[in-house]
């Protein structure tokens, strides 16, 4: 049993490497940042030029890997994230920083691209289910390891800067020694926003607008701790522990969604999260353990929505277009990955610190109203004709990840 997941395994290091630099590198610039005076507009354009990147990567990066291979390609990467890791670390300023992270962006998305297709290459219909959890289980486990990191370092010297430039160089070893034969060729990534819209436009509104919400926390977040001046340490564990609790809350509201009209649930959810955002605002907390606590319970419903609307895409979805639905899905979150740092940063800028619930709220408002507004148009999925849900994450995936979804295995196999 272990030889057949020894190649998986060797993947899978590569890929907790790659997460680990990337959690510690998206932490550490925001704390570097409002460090250096930068401003909050910045600190939120940081995280849209790294959306972007990545959008564009998912896009490009395809013609790249066919053209190099799926070896030198991956190594190219990892080369260039560990050099705009460091050069971020030398080159201190607002314009060069953002200029780098669309680079590292792009980078993540190649990288992850080879990876997730490896990896689906490897799997096979009877241990796809395996894969695709160990796979969730190093994701989750090594963003925060690598967020953890900064709470034992001090983000105004250079140091973290080269810890992130040694973790993205570990993660092109296992890749690079393997002897295992590259997978078939990437798949050209195509957005097909018509073909969308038909088949669930509920789903096609919410990947955007978790999108917005999700990019406002994931790119402000840490902005936000700064300026309610909580300790570094309370940052990162905040941070965290949002992702985390938004990950042990997917399986038991997927499987209520599994047992009523999903689209209950995404508005249910949708609005206790605005109310929650909106309670952090209004009771301006200030102590750290009560910040955390109140950020990791708006987590835990903000996280759960993406999967959600993706499964009840699917329901609609014929199997063998469910890859194509979900990855489709996922560059709609990319894209309001982009809007939402800058909405954020505007109203962190011209109310307070905690703005950015504002900005989180209204997102999350507008999807429950829209959400609702679908529900009278059209009739529910009825129960036994859907697919089952399943966890899965949006940041740092690829439309690459949606083929190694299990609910593909019987269109991809």
């Known amino acids: 049993m272990f030889a057949t997941y020894r190649p998986i395994l060797a993947l899978l290091r590569g890929t907790a490497f790659m997460l680990a630099a990337s959690g510690l590198l998206s932490l550490l610039m925001p704390l570097r940042g409002q460090a250096e005076g930068f401003s909050t507009v910045v600190l939120g354009l940081l995280g849209t030029a790294w959306a972007g990147g990545f959008v564009a990567g998912c896009f490009l990066a395809p013609r790249l890997v066919r053209r190099a291979g799926h070896v030198r390609a991956f190594g190219t990467f990892a080369a260039i994230s560990a050099i705009t890791a460091l050069l971020t670390g030398l080159m201190i300023s607002e314009w060069s920083w953002l200029v780098l992270r669309v680079f590292t962006g792009f980078t993540t998305a190649g990288s992850f691209m080879i990876i997730e297709s490896w990896l689906n290459e490897r799997a096979t219909n009877a241990n796809r289910g395996t894969v695709f959890a160990l796979y969730m289980m190093v994701t989750y486990a090594s963003i925060m390891v690598g967020q953890m990191v900064v709470a034992y370092s001090d983000v105004t010297t250079a140091s973290l800067f080269m810890v992130t430039g040694i973790l993205y160089c570990f993660s092109l070893i296992p890749t690079a020694v393997s002897s295992q034969a590259s997978p078939r060729p990437l798949e050209d990534v195509a957005l097909d926003l018509r073909g969308l819209y038909a088949n669930s436009p509920v789903s096609l509104g919410a990947c955007l607008l978790i999108g917005v919400a999700n ?30 609790a938004g990950a042990a809350m997917q399986m038991p509201i997927g ?84 809007i939402g740092p800058i909405l954020g940063s505007a109203l962190m ?21 829209f959400t609702v507004l679908r529900i009278r148009r059209r009739a529910a999925v009825p129960v036994g004709d859907r697919e089952a849900f399943q966890t899965m994450p949006a940041d740092r995936a690829t439309p690459e990840a949606a083929r190694l979804d299990p609910r593909t295995s019987n269109s991809e196999n």
């Open 215 to 244: 990019g406002s926390w994931g790119t402000l977040g840490a902005v936000y701790g700064a300026r309610i001046e909580i300790s570094t340490p309370e940052i990162a564990l905040m941070m965290s522990l949002v992702v985390v």
């Open 349 to 369: 800028s011209y109310t307070r610190p905690e703005g950015l619930f504002v900005a989180t709220a209204i997102a999350h408002f507008a999807l429950a109203a």
């Open 255 to 338: 499987r209520i969604s599994d047992m009523t009209d999903r689209r209950y649930v995404l508005a249910a959810g949708s609005v206790v999260a605005a109310l929650v955002g909106l309670l952090i605002f209004l009771l301006t907390p200030r102590a750290g353990p009560v910040v955390i606590a109140m950020t990791a319970c708006y987590g835990a419903l903000a996280y759960t929505l993406y999967p959600v609307a993706v499964a009840h895409a699917n329901d609609h979805a014929r199997a063998e277009d469910f890859a194509k639905v979900s990855s489709g899905l996922l560059l709609l979150y990319g894209f309001g990955t982009m």
